[in-house]
Nanobody, 120 residues
């Protein structure tokens, strides 16, 4: 089994910054792509940013230039540095990882979610 544990959410004023972390642990042979998604009340979950094991990145247009995704492959950890936060960034942020296990080719895992609230 694999667990994803997130940390770093909270309440911040508009223009402020937060850093999210997500560590994968358990029966892991390799972690392929990792990413962050978010879901605001009444809206569908959407991709915020993703990063491959080779560190190629992809961002939602709404966060380009403000958010930076990175990872530490040795720690199976992904980070999301969020700067110049806006009230519309308020959401529950979920970590996602595509994990290869001892007997499983690849499977998606999700974190429990961490709340990010940006006040105006």
């Amino acid at each position: 089994q694999v667990q994803l544990v997130e940390s770093g959410g909270g309440l911040v004023q508009a223009g402020g910054s937060l850093r999210l972390s997500c560590a994968a642990s358990g029966s892991i042979v390799r972690v392929n792509a990792m990413g962050w998604y978010r879901q605001a009340p009444g809206k569908q979950r959407e991709l915020v940013a993703a990063i491959t094991s080779g560190r190629s990145t992809n961002y939602a247009d709404s966060v380009k230039g403000r958010f930076t995704i990175s990872r530490d492959n040795g720690k199976n950890t992904v980070y999301l540095e969020m700067n110049n936060l806006k009230p519309e960034d308020t959401a529950v942020y979920y970590c996602n990882a595509q994990v290869v296990g001892p007997f499983i080719l690849e499977r998606d895992y999700w974190g429990q979610g961490t709340q990010v609230t940006v006040s105006s």
